[in-house]
């Protein structure tokens, strides 16, 4: 690891959180998503809107930029997890009052959180798998004052017996290592726009993932309808296929007739964008 001094860990925390920030913001961008807010509406949610998710990624820098300083090559123990659940709930109370009370962020300063404090602790970049990995070890340490909740997604996850959003990030983002990155890189190799990468990197997740928000919207009915819509985009050749975009549009309709709105999978894309950039070889983000 390199030793950087105080001014050098600042500026890179500083990095670090700027470009959280954007991948949530390039992530509500992209369009067009199935079901979720982006460029065109606001897909099938009546509380949400493109500016109230910029407004809400906006408000979130802090938090992330709190979480990379107090994580700066720190190693992954209960101390730390107690600071970083502490600066994550306190980013949702941000959110919360940026957005007068709605959730557009939950899940995703859960899964960025955790991968900002990861790149700190490994003093601002590492490589892909090391990266996941600390994030999972940091998330499967107990934090004492965690509140007990029974929320949406813990009810989902115990009715359908499905892994959630904890299960993911202990698991260092199967879902992000296993389909969406790899994903990504091959719409690219064959001659994708990056919108339409990103793009089939979100079916990627899609086709697997069992997300709590469709699942406590439009129950195993929704699940199975996004998993096999998406597999249908990718089967036709991908987003930047006429065959493709035609699925696209097809899943896009279903989830609107079943008020169904995968953001367990849009927050995981934002995982996505933030690894592709943190871990690239050739990147020019440090
Ligand atoms: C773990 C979290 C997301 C709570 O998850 P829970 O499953 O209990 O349900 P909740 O309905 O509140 O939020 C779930 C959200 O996760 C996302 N999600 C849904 N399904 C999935 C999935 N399968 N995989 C990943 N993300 C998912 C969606 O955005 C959804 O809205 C989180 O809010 C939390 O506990 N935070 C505590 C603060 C903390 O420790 N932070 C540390 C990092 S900053
Ligand atoms: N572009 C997006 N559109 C919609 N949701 C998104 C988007 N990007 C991320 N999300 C994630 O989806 C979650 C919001 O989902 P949802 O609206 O189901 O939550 P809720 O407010 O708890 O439920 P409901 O709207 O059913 O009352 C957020 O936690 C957020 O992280």
Redesign the pocket.
């Given at each position: 690891m390199k030793l950087l001094s105080q001014t050098q860990a600042e500026a890179q925390a500083s990095q670090l959180a700027t470009l959280a920030r954007d991948c949530l913001i390039d992530e509500a961008r992209l369009s067009p998503k199935p079901g979720l807010v982006d460029s065109r509406g606001n897909g099938a949610h009546q509380d949400l809107t493109l500016a109230l998710m910029e407004r809400s990624a906006h408000s979130l820098a802090p938090?992330f930029l709190a979480?990379a300083r107090h994580s700066w090559q720190r190693p992954a123990d209960i101390a730390l997890?107690e600071t970083?659940?502490r600066?994550?709930?306190d980013?949702?109370q941000q959110m919360m009052a940026a957005t007068g009370g709605v959730?557009t962020?939950?899940?995703?300063?859960?899964?960025?959180?955790?991968l900002v404090?990861a790149a700190a602790m490994h003093g601002g970049a590492a490589s892909a798998d090391p990266l996941t990995r600390t994030a999972a070890a940091?998330?499967s340490l107990p934090?004492r004052a965690?509140p007990k909740?029974f929320?949406?997604?813990?009810k989902?996850?115990h009715r359908y017996r499905?892994?959630?959003?904890?299960?993911?990030?202990q698991q260092a983002f199967p879902?992000v290592m296993k389909l969406a990155l790899p994903q990504l890189l091959i719409s690219r190799a064959v001659g994708a726009s990056e919108s339409e990468a990103r793009l089939d990197a979100l079916m990627a997740i899609m086709t697997s993932?069992?997300?709590?928000?469709v699942l406590?919207r439009a129950g195993m009915a929704g699940l199975t309808a996004m998993q096999h819509g998406a597999q249908a985009v990718l089967l036709a050749g991908g987003c930047r296929t006429a065959g493709g975009k035609l699925a696209l549009a097809q899943l896009d309709r279903r989830m609107l007739a079943l008020n169904a709105s995968p953001?367990?999978?849009?927050?995981?894309l934002a995982a996505t964008l933030f690894i592709d950039r943190v871990c690239s070889p050739e990147h020019t983000y440090f």
């Open positions: 938090t979480l997890r970083v659940g600066l994550g709930r980013g949702e959730n962020h939950r899940g995703a300063i859960w899964a960025l959180g955790l404090s940091l998330a934090d965690a909740l929320s949406k997604g813990l989902a996850t499905v892994p959630g959003a904890r299960e993911e990030a879902h993932l069992s997300d709590t928000c406590s953001g367990g999978a849009a927050d995981l």
